[in-house]
């Protein structure tokens, strides 16, 4: 009786999706006309909202495929019996509802662009939980999986999951949009020697003959892009009682040794970012270095942060991405911006409360007066670098050098940038200057994160809450131009420049041919990175120079990653033939964006390895994540007609 059950359903559901798949015709969800909650998403959320997904998942990683089913409790707004989701390259096999267990008609519409398609069901009048059946592609956009010589155990595959900002589609059926926050639970299968570890709290796990079954509890409501995976032969180090180390052990513990050096002071960083925002709200604090290909420097998971080996300086010189990440836990996980649209709510926010942090860990090392606030003042000044060179980059006229910007068509991954980080930060550096710094702007702070935690918030939240609470200092500012203008800024921040005092001088020596063993000697790394990036603006350095400056220093072959990244740059630009090499071996042992795209396109612009850059690229496209393998690829197609270069 229970198999002819098994069959009896299992040809209802193919049945009903043949009907539907003939016959029903989706609308076009994504047509501008159809004004929805969120551009990047399929799903009406203002009819429909999800309040809990349990996830029931088999890691299938020699096939690369995750199985099983997601199960979506929600809640309706406005008696629609219809719920449409958000889906990318999903192989669904049947929609059940969740009480009942009664087939539900389906249909996946036709894929749009990188959006993915939509996958609309049909609920009944007491339908508020449905079960989706499904697997996912091998070349699903937000999971990577990697094979066993990739890493450096050599013998297993390894999984992670990247699925900011619209990736969540292509792991699970979702409402794929920051405006909707959800808990999650999770019960992952496993080979048996592998561990899998979410952005939740693992709860227990079960073991079998051959498999092991991790069960996992998130708690907090959280957008679909925080929902994150990693399953591979990785070990841990404790830092403190909420601050956990994971990565590949590496041949005799060499890698989790060298991550638990570099990152031990998490734990510090932590507790000075609760001095600045308020209470840690996630219990713990997961930090999981992950294989090279990873295409960020950091992602915010909450319990859970990813960061790349490229942080692994060897003298702790490069934890500000970490600063980063654990202020993401007040500034985009615990609130949140409603759709990408406002991206700026979550990374300018989050850089503001990062070099706050900086500014603490600074004063904590040093007795130098005011040494916090020319520290925070100093990573502003080499923030406004990368605003610039992104303003320049898309053209001060495009509308996605906006702080908010109109995504509509537009694939998110297509408008990131440092703007929403960079100018995002002037704006509220400028608007705490207004108020009479951060003695009068850090309580402020803290009441707009009570206020709005555990939301999803447009500008007009924010802006509002500032007019009410400083009407003097809300009347001088030119709102429209700051949110809503192209371009530069309407005003530059006046900024601290005393810590680079020492950088504009060894500039000065250097343009005059002078260099010596000891002009780095008291220099930190910060303004070691600062004074290289001044150089590549300039117009008229000497190659002879630079030759010399290598020889002494060796920025060629540094261990950090940022010092690295711009000295390449810089001998590209000097039309160095000996930088190539190296500049290439760069982008093809790490997958980080912020150094693979700008390099691949400063060699791209040299005729004479135009070829060789992209052939490399070509041979190693396997090596990248789908994100940044997607960009740099649409980075290379302005070279596809040598009459546009």
Avoid at 74 to 82: A, Q, T, V
Wanted: overall charge negative; glycine content about 4%; charged content about 25%.
């Amino acid at each position: 009786m229970i198999r002819f059950k098994h069959v009896l359903h299992f040809l209802v559901s193919v049945l009903i999706s043949i009907w539907v798949t003939t016959f029903y015709v989706v609308p076009n969800l994504m047509a501008p006309e159809r004004k929805l909650p969120d551009p990047s998403s399929f799903s009406d959320t203002s009819k429909v909202r999800t309040t809990h997904l349990h996830l029931t998942l088999n890691a299938d990683l020699q096939n690369a495929i995750l199985s099983g089913s997601v199960r979506i409790t929600f809640r309706r707004l406005k008696g629609d019996d219809i719920l449409v989701l958000d889906s990318e390259d999903l192989d669904i096999s049947s929609v059940i509802d969740g009480t009942s267990k009664e087939v539900l008609e389906f249909s996946v519409g036709e894929k749009y662009k990188t959006f993915g398609s939509p996958l609309t069901i049909h609920l009944k009048p007491t339908t508020d939980t449905i079960e989706v059946f499904y697997k996912t592609s091998p070349d699903a956009s937000g999971v990577q999986v990697l094979e066993p010589e990739q890493t450096m155990g050599k013998k297993h595959h390894y999984l992670f999951t990247q699925n900011q900002a619209i990736h969540a589609r292509s792991m699970v059926p979702c409402q794929d949009t920051p405006g909707v926050k959800a808990t999650y639970s999770a019960d992952v299968t496993v080979d048996k020697h592998l561990t899998a570890v979410m952005s939740a709290d693992k709860t227990s796990m079960d073991e079998t003959e051959s498999k092991r079954i991790f069960h996992f509890q998130q708690s907090m409501p959280i957008p679909s892009y925080l929902i994150a995976l990693v399953i591979g032969d990785i070990v841990s180090r404790d830092i403190s009682e909420r601050v956990k180390i994971w990565s590949e052990a590496g041949k005799d513990n060499e890698n989790i040794n060298a991550c638990e050096y570099e990152f031990e002071e998490t734990e510090k960083i932590l507790s000075m970012a609760e001095e600045i925002a308020g209470e840690y709200q996630w219990h713990k604090y997961d930090l999981v270095v992950l294989p090279p290909s990873f295409p960020y420097g950091g992602m915010e998971n909450p319990c859970m942060t990813f960061v790349t080996p490229t942080l692994l300086a060897g003298d702790r010189s490069l934890v500000n991405v970490v600063a980063h990440e654990i202020a993401h836990s007040w500034t985009g996980n615990l609130v949140t911006n409603s759709n990408w649209e406002n991206f700026w709510l979550n990374e300018g926010f989050t850089v503001f409360l990062e070099r706050k942090i900086q500014a603490k860990m600074a004063e904590a090392k040093s007795t130098v007066a005011g040494i916090g606030e020319k520290t925070r003042n100093f990573a502003a000044m080499n923030g406004w670098i990368s605003l610039r060179n992104a303003v320049e980059l898309f053209g001060k006229d495009s509308k996605l050098t906006a702080l908010n910007i109109d995504l509509t068509d537009v694939d998110p991954d297509d408008a990131f940038s440092s703007i929403p980080y960079e100018k995002g930060f002037a704006f509220l550096f400028y608007l705490e200057s207004l108020v009479g710094g951060p003695k009068e702007f850090d309580p402020f702070l803290r009441q707009y994160i009570r206020n709005n935690a555990k939301l999803s918030i447009s500008s007009d939240v924010f802006t509002d809450f500032y007019k009410q609470r400083f009407p003097e200092a809300a009347a001088k500012v030119d709102w429209d131009a700051w949110l809503y203008k192209p371009g530069f800024p309407p005003v530059k921040p006046d900024y601290d420049e005393s810590l680079a005092e020492d950088c504009k001088a060894l500039i000065k020596k250097w343009k005059a041919g002078n260099v010596s063993d000891n002009d780095i000697a008291q220099l930190n790394t910060g303004q070691v990175i600062l004074t290289l990036n001044n150089l590549l603006d300039l117009e008229d350095f000497a190659f002879t120079t630079y030759k010399k400056i290598n020889e002494t220093f060796e920025f060629a072959e540094s261990k950090n990653s940022e010092i690295k990244f711009s000295w390449s740059r810089l001998g590209i630009k000097l039309r160095d033939p000996d930088i190539v090499k190296g500049a290439l071996n760069f982008v093809t042992t790490q997958g980080r964006m912020k150094f693979v795209r700008p390099i691949y396109r400063d060699l791209m612009e040299w005729p004479e390895y135009r070829q060789l850059t992209r052939d490399t690229f070509n041979l190693n496209k396997k090596f990248y994540h789908n994100i940044c393998r997607m960009m740099v690829e649409r980075d290379m197609e302005k070279y596809n007609n040598p009459n546009q270069v």
